[in-house]
């Protein structure tokens, strides 16, 4: 796949966020579409981002538990990347800005130091990690009926779309985060729960494992960074007069509304 359909792709796949607008998934067209050919889309989609002013806020994490990688039939999780504009200020959504939103629970960890693969274990994560905050992730595949195969989701930047963050923040080992019990409830009925360990057993295993995935590419995680660590909870979809409420065990509660 040369550089001109890669860009083509990453340019096709910018667009349909912006315009909301859902499209046939890109290995209809290109099924020899590798997962390494689609993180470079990814990159691609990336710097298309940067190049319109937009900031890294980090990296999150996708497909982390057992179901989901099953389903997907790897044994890694993927990874892609959140933006300044994707950060909710405030407690509302409007639907207007996505096509078809879910939303999950995560924790997220906030680095104190970089931190660089190969490697890399949950503890030396933990021991680099300044904080952790609670976080709602919302998720709009721009695939139709979020019908897609790893390497399409890999390129569309993990169906990464909002976040809304906490407002407590905590020391790592103020937590047992594997034990971390999460409730996510949409207009006072839990839709789904969990805890902590359906982050490939640990949250911060998720930091590490992504830190060893990009130092395959030379990159490593920076000091600042936000990273959603995956779903502890599986994905719900989202409607309009939703109230969404995730409670974090120890940990406070993540509330926002969806509006028209
Ligand atoms: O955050 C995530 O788990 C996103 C991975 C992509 C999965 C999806 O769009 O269903
Ligand atoms: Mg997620």
Known sequence: ???????????????????????????NDHPEL?????????????QLKLEEGY??????????????????????????????????????????????????????????????????TGAQVLAATEYVVPALEIIDSRYENFNFTLPDVIADNASSSKVVFGSRIKRPDELE?????????????????????????????????LANMLARKGLKLKAGQIILTGGITGAVVL?????????FDGFGTVDFQVKE
């Open 55 to 120: 900031q890294i806020v980090g990296p999150k994490m996708g497909f982390t538990s057992q179901a989901k990688m099953k389903q997907m039939n790897v044994n890694e999780p993927i990874y892609g990347y959140i933006f300044d504009y994707m950060v909710v200020n405030g407690q509302e959504i409007s639907m207007q800005d996505f096509i078809h939103p879910k939303v999950e629970a995560e924790v997220a960890f906030i680095l104190g130091k970089d931190i660089e693969g190969p490697g890399m």
């Open 239 to 247: 409607n309009v007069g939703d109230s969404v409420s995730a409670k």
């Open 177 to 209: 985060l594997d034990l971390l019990g999460v409730t996510l409830s949409i207009n006072g009925q839990i839709k789904d729960l969990g805890a902590g360990a359906a982050v490939v057993g640990h949250p911060a295993n998720s930091v590490a494992m």
């Open 1 to 27: 796949m040369d550089k001109v359909i890669i860009k083509d792709l990453a340019r096709f796949l910018a667009d349909a966020e912006v315009e909301k607008r859902e499209v046939l998934k890109i290995t």
């Open 34 to 46: 590798t997962v390494e050919k689609a993180y470079e889309i990814q990159e691609q989609l990336v």
